[in-house]
Structures are given as structure tokens and as C-alpha cells.
């Protein structure tokens, strides 16, 4: 026995090492509490180590730490797609052949479809993209409020209503991370123009800061969760919001508990002590104006990089901001890079095309519809003219960071050829010639567009071949090129480019059949709206776009998206024209341009409702192919407490022949209270589907959150006891009707 028991232990001793296992460090262990990884992995972490992982390595991405077996993180544009990979220290792209992508429809679309379980369907199915692709940090979405309509990147932001954009943003953050990508909020804050991106400080009281520009990244964070947050390229009290003391350390890491990640714009960063102090986490692009230029292979230079380090040793600052910064990091890549849990995504997956296709098919928006032009009578039409730059242009390439390399991109042409039966004839012209580039970053559209005829050849070419076609449908509207939805420049005015208006009245006169299509992220001029019988805003749709304009033409689907935005008649009709504030004023000897808000909190339909001012179409107009009934709002009580709720309920019938989908609004005014406000904002929305026939409730809780307003001088949120309105309604200005309640 003795021997076999001696035998047996001489046996354990000799087994190799690596049989018995070892216990595996806390940070590695993915089913420790991340916090605790955090610490054992920061306590790991030599002084090099924690600077190094606070700033890019790359033009995308930033170190981890190769010792301790902790990967970097790899971040992407943007948010409609999942950008082609880029050189490591380049804009251009790398020229690999796996990294087309889906390209989802534009964020001011999914704002237009006034449903959070869209927001949630592109969160996550972009997300499956980004996580197929290596990304750990989409660079997205965005949420800057559409205060002007000249703003490049409106189209890339979900409109001008913080409570709209608050319920939309946060669904979309909650299905993004969901596949371990964090989102990155962006752009922290008050980037509202694109002239001036760098130079610009922002001036505004602290009603408009809180009630307005900063309710969705305040929703994105506490609502959604946001594991990162962009900071701005412009100013605000004279500091980089990359590292600004109060939006980023009093406010966001502050009043609203950020844990997650700064990380500055590309080329925000301008200062290492302010990056040290003012709460800047994760450095990129410095040098860079964000989309060309750069300094090259500057990464030890980084602000948070050697000279940080340096004055670390030097003594002159502490570690305690930085061991801050790098927890922050460090629990980013543990929720992300170093997270399998949440599976691998998918690419270009068929689920992805029915998203885009969905999101697009609900956010097109029936502006106008006279004679009910729309939709298309197939029976006995021969001939459907299409009119257009817009009809065939490629719209996933261009526009500053957003562009990508689809897969495909199906043009209204091709969309509406594949949904005609056999029979039905679809010509088109060009009609007018717009931008006729295709590249951007080294992606090219391979579209040859070049035409030398002058705007009387083919406005005449137009004409004459409307004449004898059953129905004309004309594809204008914006682009992705410079001083169009472009990043890093706003547009000259509100009107359409190119001569535009010219070719639409002469084909109105032309063909009575005629329906104005106009893809724009923006409110464009529409001096010809009583001339065209059907007008549609149908957006930058993506891949799919061709095929959801079709669904929508040919009324396969029956259009349900509302304005996510005003479109003014002029553009001093618009606040922040009216008031003079835009674009600013440049400061002497400085490159500096001081912008005021001087509108305030009226921003939008705000501005639209309190002076009076009818819009061309107004936030929350959209038609449908049915009709919808409205019966009495009601409410539960005439009174309610501060800490109770009302609800308030409104029947809706589809008093129509088919099938639809209405956006119920919900409109709050206060008549009387200590600090001016809006004629009414809005704090509520149902999408009903209903049947013809059918009836359905819209039931809307309202809670004292949502009648207050934000009081500078107490700063906090006040609701006053006294009388409320509740406005219920199928847009802003167009309100069904109204029910009294009290504040006691
Ligand atoms: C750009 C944009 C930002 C983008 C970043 C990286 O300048 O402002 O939205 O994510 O740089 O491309």
C-alpha cells in the first residue's frame, strides 16, 4: 500500500505544470464584477501602461495593454454603417475587399418613424455589424438638435425635439451595446453648424443648455447606458468641449453619473492640462481637422501622451486623474473587447436589408397628397416618367465621416423599375445636373454622371417627354457634397441646388399626375409647393433606398413618418435666423466666432408656435394613404399631485379603406408660470396601427417631470402648481384636441 500511495504522489509531482490549473487572474475572468477586473487589472498596470492606453495608437483605434494580455480598442464610423477599414495612420481606406457593409437609412429617417422599437432594431442590427467587423466603439449615433437648417450634418442627427430625440436615441444605444459595441454618443454638445466646427464657442443661457441641447445625451447615458461619450469640436464658456470642466466633469460625469468613456472628436483636443483636469478620457485624431489632414505618426505627441507622462514625473500633477481615465478605459474594454458573451454579429446578413428596408419604408414622410395622386394606379398606366439627379445618384458615398462602401445601393430608379408589373414602362432624364463626383476616402461610386447639356436642353428634354407619360415623378432634393448634407461645411440657403425649382414648375405644368420626391437630411424651400399636387420626404435611405421609396410609391407600404423637424417657408422664418445669431461673430485677433443662442428654448415649432409663424410643413406633419379619426382627449382627473400622474386617452379610427399607421402626439403647455415657455412642447407619442375600421386608445401618463421646466436660477427642474393644457394631436399644428388639468 505504502509503495502504491509513494508511486501515486511521485506521479502527481511530475505531472507538467500546465495540467494543474492555475488561477486565473480576476481581470481575465469574465464572470468577475467588471469593477473588480477594473481594479485588479489597474493595479497591474505600470505608470507607462495607464498613459498609453488614454490616447490613439492609430487613426481608429488605441493600446491596450500587450503585457497583461488586456487588447486594444478598435473604434469605427458611423452611425448609418460600419465604415470600410482604413491605412493605420491614414483617412483612405485600406482597400480590403471584406468590409462592405449594409448602409442603414440616415438618423434623421429613424427620428421620421417616431418608433423606438425601429431605434432598437437599428441599434442592434448595426451593432451586429460592427461586432462582426472587430469594432468595440461605434462612433455614433449622433444627437445635436436641428436648430438651423443649414447645419451639413443635420442629416446625421435626429431632429429638432429633445423629447423626440431622447426616446429614439435611447433604444438605439440599448441595441448597440447589447452586442458588446459601445455606443459614442456624439457631438457633446452644442455642435449645431458645421462652419466653423473648430472655432466656434457657443453661448447660450442655462434654460436652453438643459431644456433643449442637452436632454438626449442625458437619456443616452441614464436611460441608454452609453459606454462613451464624443466630445465636441466647438467651444462653450470659452473651453474645447474635448475638455470642458462643466459639460464633461460637473454635468456629465457630475449630475448624470457618467462611468463610461470621453473621447475627444477627432483633432478636439488642444490642450494637455485642460485633457488632464476637464475630464477627457481617450484622445484621438489630434492634429487632424477630423476628415483630411493630419500630422503624421504623432501618437507619443498626443496631449495624453509623452507630455503627460512627463509632467507626471516631473511631479507637477498627480495620478489621480489618471487612474480615473484609466478605470474608465479599462471597464470600456472589458464591456466590449474583452466581452464574448455577446456572440460575434453578422455582416450584410439578410435580417440587415429587411432592417434598413423597415426603417426606411417607416421614416418616408407624405408631405402632400391632392386628388390622392399617390399612390400609383398601375391599372392602365403605360408610362411612369422619372425626372432627377436624385433618381440615380449614390448617396452612401460622401458627406464627411458618415460615407461608406455599401454593398449595394439600390437608386428610386432601379427600385421603382424592380416594383412595376410587366407592362408599366419607366423612362427616365436626367432633368437637372447636380454633383456629378463619386469619391470619398478612396471609395468611388462608379458612377459616370457626367452630362454637358445646359439646364434649357434637358429641362426641354423633360417637358416634352412628361407630356405623354401617365405620371411624372421628379427626384431632387440634396447630396452629400460640399455645402450640401456634408460634414465640415453648411449649406448657402434653404433653397434646392442646381436649378431645381426651375425644372419642378415646368413639369408641373407639364403632367397633372406629378409627385415631387426630395432626398435631403435638411428642410429645403419649396416655392412651388401649391403647383405640385404630391410631395414625399423621403430622406437618405441607404442600401435599401430604392426599395423603400417603390414600397411607398406604389403603396405596398402605407407611409406613417411625421417631421422630425420644421421645414420653414423662408429661413428667417427660423429662430436662429431671425435672431441674427447664426453664424456668429468672429472674435478680433482671434480665430474665435462667439455664437449666441439667442432664440433660447425656442428652438423648432417652439420658435414656430410662440411668434405666430406658419411653417411650409410642420415637426410631426406626415400624411398616410387612409384617414384617421380623432375622438376626445380625457383625463383620469382635473388634478394631480406632484409626485402622481394623469392620463390622458384619445380614441383614434381608420376611418379610411386600408391599413395605416398614425403617430398620436402629445403636447404639453403651461399658461401661466414664473419663467417664460413655449406655447407647447411635446411630451408624448403613440404610433397606433390600426385597421380600417378600427379604433384603438393612444394612453399617455403624465407625470410631474413632464410638465416642468428648468430653473437657472434654483438649477433644477420646476413644475409649477397651477393649470396645464394637454394638446393632443397628429402634428404640431395640427391639434385634434385639448384637455385641462391642474398641478396641485
Ligand atoms: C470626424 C467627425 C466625427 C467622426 C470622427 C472620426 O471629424 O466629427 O463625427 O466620428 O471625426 O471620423
Same mark, same amino acid.
Given at each position: 500500500?505504502?509503495?502504491?500511495?509513494?508511486?501515486?504522489?511521485?506521479?502527481?509531482?511530475?505531472?507538467?505544470?500546465?495540467?494543474?490549473?492555475?488561477?486565473?487572474?480576476?481581470?481575465?475572468?469574465?464572470?468577475?464584477?467588471? $469593477?473588480?477586473?477594473?481594479?485588479?487589472?489597474?493595479?497591474?498596470?505600470?505608470?507607462?501602461?495607464?498613459?498609453?492606453?488614454?490616447?490613439?495608437?492609430?487613426?481608429? *483605434?488605441?493600446?491596450?495593454?500587450?503585457?497583461?494580455?488586456?487588447?486594444?480598442?478598435?473604434?469605427?464610423?458611423?452611425? +448609418?454603417?460600419?465604415?470600410?477599414?482604413?491605412l493605420w495612420d491614414e483617412w483612405d481606406q485600406a482597400g480590403w475587399t471584406n468590409d462592405s457593409c449594409v448602409a442603414f437609412p440616415a438618423l434623421t429617417c429613424l427620428a421620421a418613424t417616431w418608433n423606438p422599437d425601429m431605434a432598437d432594431l437599428y441599434g442592434r442590427t448595426i451593432g451586429e455589424e460592427?461586432?462582426?467587423?472587430?469594432?468595440?466603439?461605434?462612433?455614433?449615433?449622433?444627437?445635436?438638435?436641428?436648430?438651423?437648417?443649414?447645419? !451639413?450634418?443635420?442629416?446625421?442627427?435626429?431632429?429638432?425635439?429633445?423629447?423626440?430625440?431622447?426616446?429614439?436615441?435611447?433604444?438605439?444605444?440599448?441595441?448597440?451595446?447589447?452586442?458588446?459595441?459601445?455606443?459614442?454618443?456624439?457631438?457633446?454638445?452644442?455642435?449645431?453648424?458645421?462652419?466653423?466646427?473648430?472655432?466656434?464657442?457657443?453661448?447660450?443661457?442655462?434654460?436652453?443648455?438643459?431644456?433643449?441641447?442637452?436632454?438626449?445625451?442625458?437619456?443616452?447615458?441614464?436611460?441608454?447606458?452609453?459606454?462613451?461619450?464624443?466630445?465636441?469640436?466647438?467651444?462653450?464658456?470659452?473651453? +474645447?468641449?474635448?475638455?470642458?470642466?462643466?459639460?464633461?466633469?460637473?454635468?456629465?460625469?457630475?449630475?448624470?453619473?457618467?462611468?463610461?468613456?470621453?473621447?475627444?472628436?477627432?483633432?478636439?483636443?488642444?490642450?494637455?492640462?485642460?485633457?488632464?483636469?476637464?475630464?477627457?478620457?481617450?484622445?484621438?485624431?489630434?492634429?487632424?481637422?477630423?476628415?483630411?489632414?493630419?500630422?503624421?505618426?504623432?501618437?507619443?505627441?498626443?496631449?495624453?501622451?509623452?507630455?503627460?507622462?512627463?509632467?507626471?514625473?516631473?511631479?507637477?500633477?498627480?495620478?489621480?486623474?489618471?487612474?480615473?481615465?484609466?478605470?474608465?478605459?479599462?471597464?470600456?474594454?472589458?464591456?466590449?473587447?474583452?466581452?464574448?458573451?455577446?456572440?460575434?454579429?453578422?455582416?450584410?446578413?439578410?435580417?440587415?436589408?429587411?432592417?434598413?428596408?423597415?426603417?426606411?419604408?417607416?421614416?418616408?414622410?407624405?408631405?402632400?397628397?391632392?386628388?390622392?395622386?399617390?399612390?400609383?394606379?398601375?391599372?392602365?398606366?403605360?408610362?411612369?416618367?422619372?425626372?432627377?439627379?436624385?433618381?440615380?445618384?449614390?448617396?452612401?458615398?460622401?458627406?464627411?465621416?458618415?460615407?461608406?462602401?455599401?454593398?449595394?445601393?439600390?437608386?428610386?430608379?432601379?427600385?421603382?423599375?424592380?416594383?412595376?408589373?410587366?407592362?408599366?414602362?419607366?423612362?427616365?432624364?436626367?432633368?437637372?445636373?447636380?454633383?456629378?463626383?463619386?469619391?470619398?476616402?478612396?471609395?468611388?461610386?462608379?458612377?459616370?454622371?457626367?452630362?454637358?447639356?445646359?439646364?434649357?436642353?434637358?429641362?426641354?428634354?423633360?417637358?416634352?417627354?412628361?407630356?405623354?407619360?401617365?405620371?411624372?415623378?421628379?427626384?431632387?432634393?440634396?447630396?452629400?457634397?460640399?455645402?450640401?448634407?456634408?460634414?465640415?461645411?453648411?449649406?448657402?440657403?434653404?433653397?434646392?441646388?442646381?436649378?431645381?425649382?426651375?425644372?419642378?414648375?415646368?413639369?408641373?405644368?407639364?403632367?397633372?399626375?406629378?409627385?415631387?420626391?426630395?432626398?435631403?437630411?435638411?428642410?429645403?424651400?419649396?416655392?412651388?409647393?401649391?403647383?405640385?399636387?404630391?410631395?414625399?420626404?423621403?430622406?437618405?435611405?441607404?442600401?435599401?433606398?430604392?426599395?423603400?421609396?417603390?414600397?411607398?410609391?406604389?403603396?405596398?407600404?402605407?407611409?406613417?413618418?411625421?417631421?422630425?423637424?420644421?421645414?420653414?417657408?423662408?429661413?428667417?422664418?427660423?429662430?436662429? +435666423?431671425?435672431?441674427?445669431?447664426?453664424?456668429?461673430?468672429?472674435?478680433?485677433?482671434?480665430?474665435?466666432?462667439?455664437? $449666441?443662442?439667442?432664440?433660447?428654448?425656442?428652438?423648432?415649432?417652439?420658435?414656430?408656435?410662440?411668434?405666430?409663424?406658419?411653417?411650409?410643413?410642420?415637426?410631426?406633419?406626415?400624411? *398616410?394613404?387612409?384617414?384617421?379619426?380623432?375622438?376626445?382627449?380625457?383625463?383620469?382627473?382635473?388634478?394631480?399631485?406632484?409626485?402622481?400622474?394623469?392620463?390622458?386617452?384619445?380614441?383614434?379610427?381608420?376611418?379610411?379603406?386600408?391599413?395605416?399607421?398614425?403617430?398620436?402626439?402629445?403636447?404639453? *403647455?403651461?399658461?401661466?408660470?414664473?419663467?417664460?415657455?413655449?406655447?407647447?412642447?411635446?411630451?408624448?407619442?403613440?404610433?397606433?396601427?390600426?385597421?380600417? !375600421?378600427?379604433?384603438?386608445?393612444?394612453?399617455?401618463?403624465?407625470?410631474?417631470?413632464?410638465?416642468?421646466?428648468?430653473?437657472?436660477?434654483?438649477?433644477?427642474?420646476?413644475?409649477?402648481?397651477?393649470?396645464?393644457?394637454?394638446?393632443?394631436?397628429?402634428?404640431?399644428?395640427?391639434?385634434?384636441?385639448?384637455?385641462?388639468?391642474?398641478?396641485?
Amino acid at each position: 500500500m505504502k509503495k502504491l500511495t509513494i508511486l501515486a504522489l511521485a506521479a502527481a509531482i511530475a505531472l507538467p505544470m500546465s495540467a494543474v490549473p492555475k488561477k486565473r487572474p480576476v481581470y481575465l475572468d469574465p464572470e468577475a464584477p467588471i $469593477e473588480q477586473r477594473v481594479e485588479d487589472a489597474l493595479s497591474r498596470m505600470t505608470l507607462e501602461e495607464k498613459v498609453r492606453i488614454l490616447h490613439a495608437q492609430s487613426k481608429f *483605434s488605441s493600446a491596450g495593454v500587450p503585457r497583461l494580455g488586456i487588447p486594444e480598442l478598435w473604434t469605427t464610423d458611423g452611425p +448609418h454603417g460600419i465604415r470600410p477599414e482604413v491605412l493605420w495612420d491614414e483617412w483612405d481606406q485600406a482597400g480590403w475587399t471584406n468590409d462592405s457593409c449594409v448602409a442603414f437609412p440616415a438618423l434623421t429617417c429613424l427620428a421620421a418613424t417616431w418608433n423606438p422599437d425601429m431605434a432598437d432594431l437599428y441599434g442592434r442590427t448595426i451593432g451586429e455589424e460592427a461586432r462582426y467587423r472587430g469594432k468595440d466603439v461605434l462612433l455614433g449615433p449622433g444627437v445635436n438638435i436641428y436648430r438651423t437648417p443649414l447645419n !451639413g450634418r443635420n442629416f446625421e442627427y435626429m431632429g429638432e425635439d429633445p423629447y423626440l430625440a431622447a426616446k429614439m436615441v435611447v433604444p438605439y444605444v440599448q441595441g448597440l451595446q447589447d452586442n458588446g459595441v459601445a455606443a459614442c454618443v456624439k457631438h457633446y454638445a452644442l455642435n449645431n453648424n458645421e462652419v466653423n466646427r473648430h472655432t466656434t464657442n457657443v453661448i447660450l443661457d442655462d434654460r436652453a443648455l438643459y431644456e433643449i441641447y442637452l436632454p438626449a445625451f442625458k437619456a443616452a447615458v441614464q436611460d441608454g447606458g452609453a459606454w462613451s461619450i464624443m466630445g465636441a469640436y466647438n467651444l462653450y464658456n470659452d473651453e +474645447h468641449l474635448c475638455h470642458n470642466r462643466r459639460m464633461l466633469n460637473d454635468i456629465l460625469k457630475g449630475e448624470w453619473g457618467f462611468d463610461g468613456v470621453v473621447i475627444s472628436d477627432w483633432g478636439g483636443t488642444h490642450d494637455t492640462r485642460q485633457a488632464i483636469t476637464n475630464g477627457l478620457d481617450l484622445e484621438f485624431g489630434s492634429w487632424t481637422n477630423g476628415l483630411s489632414a493630419g500630422t503624421r505618426n504623432a501618437y507619443d505627441n498626443y496631449y495624453l501622451a509623452k507630455p503627460y507622462l512627463d509632467l507626471i514625473k516631473s511631479g507637477e500633477v498627480g495620478t489621480e486623474e489618471l487612474d480615473d481615465k484609466a478605470r474608465r478605459v479599462l471597464r470600456l474594454i472589458f464591456r466590449t473587447a474583452m466581452d464574448s458573451r455577446p456572440g460575434y454579429g453578422a455582416l450584410c446578413a439578410d435580417e440587415h436589408y429587411d432592417a434598413a428596408r423597415r426603417i426606411g419604408d417607416e421614416g418616408i414622410v407624405l408631405l402632400k397628397n391632392d386628388n390622392a395622386t399617390l399612390p400609383l394606379k398601375l391599372d392602365g398606366t403605360k408610362k411612369i416618367l422619372v425626372v432627377g439627379e436624385n433618381a440615380v445618384k449614390m448617396m452612401t458615398v460622401g458627406g464627411g465621416s458618415s460615407s461608406l462602401k455599401a454593398q449595394h445601393e439600390i437608386s428610386p430608379l432601379d427600385g421603382l423599375r424592380a416594383a412595376v408589373p410587366a407592362g408599366v414602362e419607366v423612362e427616365y432624364v436626367r432633368g437637372y445636373v447636380g454633383d456629378v463626383t463619386g469619391e470619398y476616402n478612396g471609395v468611388t461610386t462608379g458612377q459616370d454622371l457626367k452630362d454637358d447639356r445646359s439646364a434649357d436642353e434637358l429641362i426641354a428634354e423633360a417637358v416634352a417627354k412628361a407630356k405623354d407619360a401617365d405620371y411624372v415623378i421628379f427626384f431632387g432634393g440634396l447630396n452629400k457634397s460640399d455645402h450640401q448634407d456634408c460634414e465640415d461645411s453648411d449649406r448657402a440657403g434653404l433653397e434646392l441646388p442646381y436649378d431645381q425649382d426651375r425644372v419642378i414648375s415646368a413639369l408641373a405644368k407639364a403632367n397633372p399626375n406629378f409627385a415631387v420626391v426630395n432626398i435631403s437630411g435638411n428642410a429645403v424651400a419649396m416655392p412651388w409647393v401649391k403647383e405640385v399636387p404630391a410631395i414625399v420626404q423621403a430622406w437618405f435611405l441607404g442600401s435599401e433606398a430604392g426599395n423603400s421609396i417603390a414600397d411607398i410609391l406604389l403603396g405596398k407600404v402605407n407611409p406613417s413618418g411625421k417631421l422630425p423637424m420644421t421645414f420653414p417657408v423662408a429661413l428667417n422664418d427660423n429662430g436662429a +435666423h431671425a435672431t441674427g445669431s447664426y453664424p456668429g461673430v468672429k472674435r478680433d485677433n482671434s480665430d474665435i466666432w462667439d455664437l $449666441e443662442y439667442k432664440e433660447g428654448i425656442l428652438v423648432g415649432y417652439r420658435w414656430h408656435d410662440t411668434k405666430k409663424i406658419k411653417p411650409l410643413f410642420a415637426f410631426g406633419h406626415g400624411l *398616410s394613404y387612409t384617414d384617421f379619426a380623432y375622438g376626445k382627449a380625457t383625463a383620469d382627473a382635473t388634478d394631480m399631485t406632484a409626485d402622481g400622474t394623469i392620463t390622458i386617452t384619445v380614441p383614434v379610427t381608420n376611418t379610411g379603406k386600408v391599413a395605416g399607421e398614425e403617430v398620436v402626439q402629445l403636447y404639453i *403647455s403651461d399658461p401661466k408660470s414664473s419663467l417664460p415657455r413655449p406655447a407647447k412642447e411635446l411630451k408624448g407619442f403613440k404610433k397606433l396601427s390600426l385597421k380600417p !375600421g378600427e379604433t384603438a386608445n393612444a394612453v399617455f401618463t403624465i407625470t410631474a417631470d413632464d410638465l416642468s421646466f428648468f430653473d437657472p436660477a434654483k438649477h433644477e427642474w420646476v413644475a409649477e402648481k397651477g393649470k396645464f393644457v394637454a394638446s393632443v394631436g397628429a402634428a404640431s399644428d395640427d391639434i385634434k384636441s385639448t384637455v385641462n388639468f391642474n398641478l396641485k
